[in-house]
């Protein structure tokens, strides 16, 4: 199917394009599938994107050729789209700001899919009823592995950091990242907005000391050979980490996808922590959403 086909999803008239086109050659992923894919998982995962501004990674073209990011959702979207206007200095297209989707419900969902925008990215805070940034009320870790590290190092490193936070009043939950590595992420609760990095950098400076011969808490790549680098900085309140459950632009159709702590505990390869969209779908019947704890209010971050 390659031409486009009316839609009516919750009441909204979507057009959808190009759904027989191929998104992922070597797994034969098309748009259609794609669209399908969020339909399927937008209960589990709109409540993450709830009042948070996305920034798209778009791939019109298929993962087999450069995409964009994209942030500023005005030039494409219906009049139904919300959209939130957000101050963007330093922008590196030189606009003060730009108007951000927020993608709350089923046919906004939809809407972004059949723009090919194959990656949700979400900042650790959400937007007030005018549009305003509130204070962070999520906590991340981004475990990067640096070659011939792989998801199985940041696994023993996660086990570590959560017994950190734990120690420390908070309740993690964790999820690969779709690509190489992974995230843990706490609710928290915090009137300031540089807080929660704070606090990240001293953990992720904390464990480097403890497990100097597989941790790195400083950004510069030469240091990572082998090791397992806890980026505290995803907590910068200009950055966005990919959303649970969002598709990532790999060779095949994986997914930024939870996990449970058993799972973390046993992983031995990076196939036991590599899941494509249908295996999300699966898991999503059998687990419910294990990223649950996020929606509800969190502590404070201790001093």
Same mark, same amino acid.
């Given at each position: 199917?390659?031409?486009?086909?009316?839609?009516?999803?919750?009441?909204?008239?979507?057009?959808?394009?190009?759904?027989?086109?191929?998104?992922?050659?070597?797994?034969?992923?098309?748009?259609?599938?794609?669209?399908?894919?969020?339909?399927?998982?937008?209960?589990?995962?709109?409540?993450?994107?709830?009042?948070?501004?996305?920034?798209?990674?778009?791939?019109?073209?298929?993962?087999?050729?450069?995409?964009?990011?994209?942030?500023?959702?005005?030039?494409?979207?219906?009049?139904?789209?919300?959209?939130?206007?957000?101050?963007?200095?330093?922008?590196?297209?030189? $606009?003060? +700001? /730009?108007?951000?989707? #927020?993608?709350? %419900? *089923? @046919?906004? !969902? =939809?809407?972004?899919?059949?723009?090919?925008? &194959?990656?949700?990215?979400?900042?650790?805070?959400?937007?007030?009823?005018?549009?305003?940034?509130?204070?962070?009320?999520?906590?991340?870790?981004?475990?990067?592995?640096?070659?011939?590290?792989?998801?199985?190092?940041?696994?023993?490193?996660?086990?570590?950091?959560?017994?950190?936070?734990?120690?420390?009043?908070?309740?993690?939950?964790?999820?690969?990242?779709?690509?190489?590595?992974?995230?843990?992420?706490?609710?928290?609760?915090?009137?300031?907005?540089?807080?929660?990095?704070?606090? $990240?950098? +001293? /953990?992720?400076?904390? #464990?480097?000391? %403890? *497990? @100097?011969? !597989? =941790?790195?808490?400083?950004?510069?790549?030469? &240091?990572?050979?082998?090791?397992?680098?806890?980026?505290?900085?995803?907590?910068?309140?200009?950055?966005?980490?990919?959303?649970?459950?969002?598709?990532?632009?790999?060779?095949?159709?994986?997914?930024?996808?939870?996990?449970?702590?058993?799972?973390?505990?046993?992983?031995?390869?990076?196939?036991?922590?590599?899941?494509?969209?249908?295996?999300?779908?699966?898991?999503?019947?059998?687990?419910?959403?294990?990223?649950?704890?996020?929606?509800?209010?969190?502590?404070?971050?201790?001093?």
């Amino acid at each position: 199917m390659t031409g486009e086909v009316l839609v009516e999803v919750e009441g909204r008239r979507l057009r959808l394009t190009n759904l027989g086109k191929v998104l992922y050659p070597e797994d034969g992923f098309t748009k259609g599938d794609v669209i399908n894919y969020y339909s399927r998982v937008a209960p589990v995962l709109t409540p993450h994107l709830l009042d948070r501004p996305v920034t798209f990674r778009r791939f019109p073209d298929g993962v087999g050729t450069p995409g964009f990011f994209e942030k500023n959702a005005s030039r494409h979207s219906p009049d139904w789209i919300r959209t939130v206007t957000i101050e963007t200095p330093g922008s590196t297209t030189g $606009a003060e +700001s /730009l108007d951000f989707a #927020l993608l709350s %419900d *089923l @046919p906004s !969902l =939809v809407w972004a899919a059949n723009l090919a925008g &194959l990656e949700l990215h979400v900042p650790q805070w959400t937007v007030g009823p005018r549009g305003a940034k509130r204070a962070p009320d999520r906590l991340v870790f981004d475990l990067d592995p640096g070659a011939p590290a792989t998801v199985v190092e940041c696994c023993v490193v996660a086990l570590a950091l959560r017994d950190a936070l734990v120690a420390d009043g908070l309740e993690v939950v964790a999820k690969t990242s779709g690509s190489k590595g992974m995230q843990l992420y706490a609710a928290v609760t915090t009137s300031s907005p540089t807080r929660t990095s704070d606090y $990240a950098k +001293s /953990l992720a400076e904390r #464990l480097e000391r %403890d *497990l @100097p011969n !597989l =941790v790195v808490s400083r950004m510069a790549k030469n &240091l990572r050979n082998g090791k397992v680098f806890i980026d505290w900085s995803q907590n910068n309140p200009n950055k966005t980490t990919v959303a649970p459950y969002s598709l990532r632009a790999r060779p095949e159709p994986t997914a930024s996808t939870p996990v449970t702590w058993a799972e973390v505990a046993a992983c031995r390869s990076v196939a036991d922590l590599t899941f494509t969209a249908d295996e999300v779908l699966d898991r999503v019947d059998d687990h419910g959403d294990l990223f649950a704890p996020l929606l509800t209010k969190g502590p404070k971050l201790p001093q």
